[in-house]
């Protein structure tokens, strides 16, 4: 069974701090991760993608992905009130046509 | 570059009717995904054509839901008869290829659906 889980939240930061945005799997199978973005009432769009162990930093986020913990974050330096949305975590079990399971969500409100 | 279009964008029907939603992907995408979205939810898979071809459908429920994308183009969904607990935002997304390499997944704007 695959599934991706995410805490709900909200998670609520002052402007200017670190946001961090945590996400469990539970098929070993998984290789590739995804976050997206999704501001209410709007569609998710693409953040970030990681495949390897460690971090990848793009910006004001740094995807961090532990296999052998099955964990993967995202972390907003910086955070402005612009980032408050729904930050949702996909995971890909590499196949011919490996598909998308995206978690709940996690809501987050950065207040200025 | 042009989007991914889809249409309706709201539809409010009674529960036993049936709907169609329409979505036309970004221009060369390969592969087309449709989404069912609750509120609070993240998106679930429904089905997942790589050109014309069906590739994963595991997830629609096929007494009642239905796609078709005859051209290789655009697709269809259609929900027929639809019950009280579809209500939902349908998205659809295209991609260039496979997800899964690095191949991002551009979503549509949704068509938000109300059954009464």
């Known amino acids: 069974q695959k599934e991706v889980e995410q805490n709900s939240g909200p998670l609520s930061v002052p402007e200017g701090a670190i946001a961090s945005l945590n996400c469990t799997y539970s098929?070993?199978?998984?290789?590739?991760f995804f976050w997206y973005r999704q501001y209410s009432g709007k569609s998710p769009e693409l953040i970030m993608f990681i495949y390897s162990n460690g971090d990848k930093e793009d910006g004001r986020f740094t995807a961090q992905l532990n296999k052998a913990s099955q964990y993967v974050s995202l972390l907003i330096r910086d955070s402005q009130p612009s980032d408050s949305a729904t930050y949702l975590c996909a995971v890909n079990v590499r196949g011919r046509y490996s598909t998308l399971t995206f978690g709940k969500g996690t809501m987050l409100l950065v207040s200025p | 570059e042009a989007g991914v279009a889809q249409s309706p964008r709201y539809k409010i029907i009674e529960k036993r009717q049936s709907v169609a939603f329409w979505c036309n992907p970004i221009?060369?995408?390969?592969?087309l995904y449709w989404y069912q979205q609750i509120l609070g939810q993240g998106p679930k898979l429904l089905i997942q054509f790589q050109n014309n071809g069906v590739v994963d459908d595991s997830q629609l429920p096929k007494d009642r839901f239905s796609a078709e994308r005859l051209k290789g183009v655009d697709s269809t969904l259609k929900i027929q008869p639809a019950k009280l607990e579809d209500s939902a935002v349908y998205l659809c997304?295209?991609?260039?290829?496979?997800?899964?390499?690095?191949?991002?997944?551009?979503f549509g704007p949704g068509t938000r659906l109300t059954v009464l």
């Open positions: 221009s060369g995408h390969a592969t």
């Open positions: 997304a295209s991609s260039l290829v496979e997800q899964g390499a690095g191949d991002e997944q551009f």
């Open positions: 098929d070993r199978g998984s290789q590739s």
